[in-house]
């Protein structure tokens, strides 16, 4: 089955720096990358997402890309904000699962 | 729209005993989940139903019962407790068009202690 590892496990970054979040993938045949936000306590949100016929998608600070030959999908954020502090997920789905990764802490310092 | 609700939210059980937590949505999606969430594991698939009369195993099902009781409601349940079932659990609902994921829409949470 799906296996997705995500890295890395906590981030600390300046308040305005970039952000960057890695995650790879073993099933050749998943098609569907969602990201999602979890912030304390609350439930998780999806923030982007992108399926396999595509390379690249942005919304704002926030873009995703993804490498199908490598099997490895990246978050980008930029011009950090204190309110981007919470935990992000990734995930990978060929179908009506999706498998997460074990999520990675993002810290925004201002 | 209320979209994903989670019943209860909170739940104390000692071991041995038994709870079903509710989940309903009203998005009309025909695929929904049940996940746990331990720290440092992210979000573990225990089972899922793709479609009313359906239920299928996820990642980690051991120890628990579904039911898709109605288009609307997908119910877990919990036989005989156990300290290792501490966790919060997450329900969630989405659409799947053929091999087409789409969002999964999540419910508030419950949180359960096993003593």
């Known amino acids: 089955g799906e296996n997705v590892e995500q890295h890395p496990s906590t981030l600390s970054v300046q308040e305005g720096d970039s952000a960057v979040i890695k995650c790879t993938y073993s099933?050749?045949?998943?098609?569907?990358f969602p990201w999602y936000k979890q912030e304390l306590g609350k439930r998780p949100q999806l923030i982007i997402d992108?399926?396999?016929?595509?390379g690249e998608k942005k919304d704002q600070r926030i873009a995703v890309t993804l490498n199908k030959t490598a099997k490895h999908f990246s978050l980008h954020i930029t011009e950090t904000q204190p309110e981007d502090s919470a935990v992000y997920f990734c995930?990978?789905?060929?179908?009506?699962?999706?498998?997460f990764g074990a999520g990675t802490i993002l810290r925004v310092k201002s | 729209n209320a979209g994903v609700t989670q019943t209860p939210k909170f739940q104390v059980l000692k071991t041995g005993q038994s709870m079903t937590l509710q989940c309903a949505q009203d998005m009309n999606h025909n695929s929904m989940y049940w996940y746990r969430q331990d720290p440092g594991m992210g979000l573990r698939l225990i089972y899922y139903s793709a479609s009313e009369g359906t239920t299928d195993k996820g990642e980690v099902p051991n120890g628990y019962n579904v039911s898709r009781l109605n288009k609307r409601e997908f119910s877990l349940r919990l036989e005989s407790a156990a300290p290792s079932q501490t966790s919060v659990y997450f329900c969630a609902s989405s659409e799947v068009f053929g091999t087409a994921a789409y969002e999964q829409y999540f419910g508030p949470g419950t949180r359960l202690t096993v003593t």
């Open positions: 992108i399926r396999s016929n595509v």
């Open positions: 995930a990978a789905s060929s179908g009506n699962k999706l498998v």
């Open positions: 099933d050749s045949a998943s098609n569907y």
